[in-house]
C-alpha cells in the first residue's frame, strides 16, 4: 500500500542548533515533493517545492533534501529558533495527477 | 489580495442537519481542493476541481458535494451530517507552479 510517513513524535532541539525533519514513502513515484509549515489553528504554508531530478534546494535558512532511490526527504532549518516551532508536513505528487498527499507531520519545538 | 478565506469559522450542527461551506480565492487560480484535517491522520483530500464547472473526488469524498460554478468559489456541501464528519475543514487553491495556498479552516463540530 502507500504510505508517507514521518516523525508522529515531537522533534525537541535547542535553540541555534540544525532541525531535521524525515519524510520516508512507499508505493509512489513523485514527480515533486513540497514541505508546508503549519500553526496551531491556522492552514498550512507552502515553504519548498523540490522536482524529482533535483537532489537538493534552499531558501534561507532552509534546505530540502530529495532522494528517489531511498525514497526519503530530508528538510532541514539552520541555526534555528523558537519561532521556528511549528508542525512541518511533507507532501508528494506523482506526475499526472494535480493533487498533493500529504504526511501527518512532525512538530518542531525549538527551545531558547 | 485577501488570497484563500473560508466561511463560517465554526460551526455546531446536529446528526442529519445539512450546510455548506463556503471558499473563496482572489488570485484567480484554476485548481481548488477540499481538505479534512484529523488528529493523527494528517490532511485527506475531499474533493478537488481543475477548472470553473469541473469537480472530481478525492480519497475521502463520501457523504460530501461541491460545486465549482464560479472560479473564484469552491462550495462543500454535507446533505446529513454525521459525528463522523466532525473535522477541520481546509480549502487551498493552487498556483502554476504547484504551490498551494491554504484558507484559515473551518472547525465543524457534528453532535
Known amino acids: 500500500s502507500q504510505k508517507i510517513e514521518q516523525n508522529s513524535e515531537a522533534l525537541n532541539i535547542q535553540e541555534g542548533k540544525t532541525a531535521t525533519l524525515t519524510c520516508n514513502y512507499t508505493?509512489?513515484?513523485?514527480?515533486?515533493l513540497q514541505w508546508y509549515r503549519q500553526d496551531p489553528g491556522r492552514g498550512p504554508v507552502f515553504l519548498l517545492l523540490i522536482r524529482e531530478n533535483e537532489k537538493e534546494k534552499r531558501k534561507e535558512r532552509l534546505k530540502v533534501t530529495f532522494d528517489t532511490t531511498l525514497k526519503q526527504s530530508l528538510f532541514h532549518i539552520t541555526a534555528s529558533q523558537p519561532a521556528d516551532s511549528a508542525t512541518y508536513l511533507c507532501a508528494l505528487e506523482t506526475n499526472g495527477f494535480q493533487k498533493l498527499v500529504f504526511g501527518t507531520g512532525t512538530r518542531l519545538l525549538v527551545s531558547p | 489580495n485577501a488570497g484563500v478565506t473560508q466561511t463560517p469559522k465554526f460551526r455546531v450542527l446536529k446528526t442529519g442537519q445539512s450546510m455548506t461551506l463556503l471558499c473563496a480565492q482572489d488570485?484567480?487560480?484554476?485548481?481548488m481542493y477540499w481538505y479534512r484535517q484529523d488528529p493523527g491522520m494528517g490532511l485527506r483530500l475531499i474533493h478537488y476541481?481543475?477548472?470553473?464547472?469541473?469537480?472530481a473526488k478525492g480519497e475521502v469524498p463520501d457523504g460530501y458535494n461541491v460545486s465549482r460554478l464560479k472560479k473564484q468559489n469552491f462550495l462543500l456541501g454535507l446533505e446529513s451530517a454525521a459525528p463522523s464528519q466532525t473535522s477541520v475543514y481546509f480549502c487551498a487553491s493552487r498556483e502554476e507552479g504547484r504551490k498551494q495556498f491554504f484558507g484559515p479552516g473551518t472547525r465543524l463540530t457534528v453532535l
Open positions: 476541481s481543475v477548472g470553473e464547472g469541473t469537480t
Open positions: 508505493n509512489y513515484s513523485p514527480a515533486y
Open positions: 488570485m484567480n487560480h484554476e485548481y
